[in-house]
């Protein structure tokens, strides 16, 4: 078990609302990432963090916005969410050369 | 930057019987290797890894990977597949410096007939 938690873990928000997604670890590791999975896509990394205030962009970006206040916690927002980022979300620590991964977000935008 | 090919969708087998997950990466930095293998409804959880030395690298479950650095390839074997192998499988890349950012295969579906 790699202390990552998420919450929530799964959750149905309607089209323009924001919705924050929050990765917690237990493990003090300066490395975190969002990413997001899809069908025929596998996982694409969104944004990640390298340390408190620090965060840069993915692959996926667009509509997303991150914030790192603490080492343990990072947050994902969607300021207006569309149908498009209905998706399974992960969040992932980096340790010893390896991400361990969270159980997951099931987020549906309807 | 990297990209990854898992070159079949789908993989249908027999139970026992041998398998082969072919993945493919391009990159113009020296990288990392991961296979990550996913059940149903669940996370995804690492199976093996390669970091450096032995190009053959053995994980968990029977798993097999080898590195072959000429044709940048990093396929999964497993000698004789259970039906508790029946999952997505997905092979990963980073770079081995810095922050190591996954880029991800689509994925391959593994399916096990009795």
């Known amino acids: 078990d790699a202390g990552i938690t998420q919450s929530p873990r799964h959750k149905v928000t309607e089209t323009g609302t924001p919705v924050t997604l929050r990765c917690h670890q237990t493990e003090n590791h300066r490395y975190m990432y969002w990413y997001r999975q899809d069908p025929g896509h596998g996982l694409r990394l969104i944004h990640y963090?390298?340390?408190?205030?620090?965060?840069d962009k993915g692959e996926v970006s667009d509509g997303y916005s991150v914030s790192r206040s603490k080492t343990e916690d990072f947050l994902l927002t969607l300021e207006s969410a569309t149908s498009s980022q209905t998706s399974v979300y992960f969040c992932?620590?980096?340790?010893?050369?390896?991400?361990?991964f969270g159980p997951g977000t099931r987020l549906t935008v309807l | 930057a990297q990209s990854v090919t898992q070159l079949d969708s789908q993989v249908p087998v027999f139970e026992e019987a041998p398998v082969e997950l072919r993945c493919n990466y391009s990159s113009s930095v020296s990288v990392y290797l991961f296979w990550y293998v996913q059940y149903p409804n669940q996370g995804l959880q690492l199976l093996l890894k390669y970091l450096s030395g032995s190009t053959l690298v053995k994980g968990i479950n029977g798993f097999e990977a080898e590195f072959n650095k000429s044709q940048t390839s990093f396929h999964l074997r497993k000698p004789s597949v259970h039906i508790s192998d029946t999952a997505e499988y997905f092979c990963?890349?980073?770079?081995?410096?810095?922050?190591?950012?996954?880029?991800f295969g689509q994925g391959t579906r593994l399916t096990i007939n009795p």
């Open positions: 990963a890349v980073s770079g081995s410096q810095g922050a190591q950012k996954l880029v």
């Open positions: 992932a620590i980096n340790g010893h050369g390896e991400q361990f």
């Open positions: 963090s390298y340390g408190v205030k620090d965060t």
